[in-house]
Nanobody, 118 residues
Framework: QVQLVESGGGLVQAGGSLRLSCAASGSIFSLGAMGWYRQAPGKQREFVAG???????NVADSVKGRFTISRDNAKNTGYLQMNSLKPEDTAVYSCNAELYVTNWSQYWGQGTQVTVSS
């Protein structure tokens, strides 16, 4: 069964750091572009950061300079390093990836909660 599994969420004080991981597992032939999204209570899901297979990154203005996206293609895993966290970063963070199984398809992880206390 092909799936994306996030980990690394938790509770942290403002100014702290967390590193999220998104691991693709199953019969995967290739991992394409990956992205991180977040959804806070009562708000729409928003884009946080994305990275192509070749390593080109794009980061939302709201987290630029604080969050860094990266990937390890050998491990089929993506990462989101979050520094200088703020209470407004509190949300469920989900990863999205293009996976080649029998063709290219979009997959979503189950999400991981990040809570930043003031």
């Amino acid at each position: 069964q092909v799936q994306l599994v996030e980990s690394g969420g938790g509770l942290v004080q403002a100014g702290g750091s967390l590193r999220l991981s998104c691991a693709a597992s199953g019969s995967i032939f290739s991992l394409g572009a990956m992205g991180w999204y977040r959804q806070a209570p009562g708000k729409q899901r928003e884009f946080v950061a994305g990275i192509t297979r070749g390593g080109i990154t794009n980061v939302a203005d709201s987290v630029k300079g604080r969050f860094t996206i990266s990937r390890d293609n050998a491990k089929n895993t993506g990462y989101l390093q979050m520094n200088s966290l703020k209470p407004e970063d509190t949300a469920v963070y989900s990863c999205n990836a293009e996976l080649y199984v029998t063709n290219w398809s979009q997959y979503w992880g189950q999400g991981t909660q990040v809570t930043v206390s003031s």
